[in-house]
């Protein structure tokens, strides 16, 4: 089962790395583009076909390690 | 409009920062994870509503900046 993990800064959390993207692609000529959040992608793949079971694993996992609880939110999808 | 773009590695491309993620999991008792793929989530905001030309202008920011489409691939989500 693979687990998709998305992570991105909360709401009011500035974001040097989107504002940095977005000073770019204003340069490039993309004045269209009004504001930029960078985040994470984390994708998992596990051994266990339990549905209930990982997602509690990848909640646990995220919480422990992958994201920073303080200042970034994650939102978790399973596939097969 | 906003967009969400998902950068990856391709497929074969070595991932160490996935790699470190895998083996710090493994060191917290996750010994269930397979693998773990590391990537980018960039979220647009845009001016305009037209999908079409959404879709188009954020694929050409892909393929100038956003992206590394030697290594990486990425895949556009558009949303209202």
Request: net charge negative.
């Amino acid at each position: 089962m693979k687990a998709k993990v998305s992570i991105t800064l909360k709401r009011g959390i500035l974001d040097p790395q989107g504002q940095a993207v977005l000073h770019a692609l204003s340069s490039l000529g993309y004045t269209g583009v009004k504001d930029v959040r960078v985040g994470k992608l984390i994708e998992l793949d596990l051994a266990t076909h339990d549905r209930a079971g990982a997602e509690a694993e990848v909640k646990a996992m995220c919480e422990r390690l992958l994201a920073n609880t303080i200042i970034e939110e994650y939102r978790i999808e399973l596939m097969e």
